[in-house]
């Protein structure tokens, strides 16, 4: 293989590249929704704005069942180790976004809960991932935005 192969543009434009920019602009323009969003309690609304939220407690939001859910289920489903999970637990419970409970399944085990205030969040975080889809299709147009919609949905499954 010759070196003239193995330059060029190939490296910044392939679609796992692409595909990874795209994620980190959306989040990053979630967090900025939030951020000024007037129902997210102000330390939290403070503490985003600073960027001290980050896609890392997103997890927690996207992931967490609204009914609560063990540390465990909760790690599996965002792809990350426990303990990385119970530390995000530990950030988010000290910020008011959770708290642990004993499991009604199980009284060995915890579950990790939503407080009113980790509610709002949630609240919060459906609004600006509304509002970011919205500005995506009005960047790139409905149909294109469909299209993109199926086929990641269809890569993902």
């Given at each position: 293989?010759?070196i ?30 939030m ?12 503490l ?31 792809g ?22 004993p ?8 579950q ?11 609240a919060a ?33």
């Open positions: 293989m010759m003239e192969d193995l330059s060029g543009g190939w490296r910044q434009t392939h679609l796992g590249r692409l595909l990874g920019l795209a994620m980190r602009r959306f989040d990053e323009r979630v967090l900025v929704l951020a000024s969003n007037v129902n997210v309690p102000l330390g939290l609304s403070h985003a704005a600073r960027g001290q939220v980050g896609a890392a407690h997103i997890h927690i939001t996207r992931h967490l069942a609204v009914e609560g859910s063990r540390l465990t289920d909760l790690a599996r489903a965002a990350m180790s426990k303990q990385a999970m119970g530390n995000l637990v530990d950030q988010c419970e000290a910020w008011g976004l959770v708290i642990r409970e499991d009604p399944r199980d009284a060995r085990a915890r990790v809960c939503f407080t009113p205030v980790g509610l709002a969040w949630l975080f459906r609004e600006a991932v509304n509002q970011a889809e919205r500005e995506f299709r009005s960047a790139v147009g409905d149909e294109v935005a469909t299209v993109v919609a199926l086929g990641l949905e269809a890569y993902a499954s």
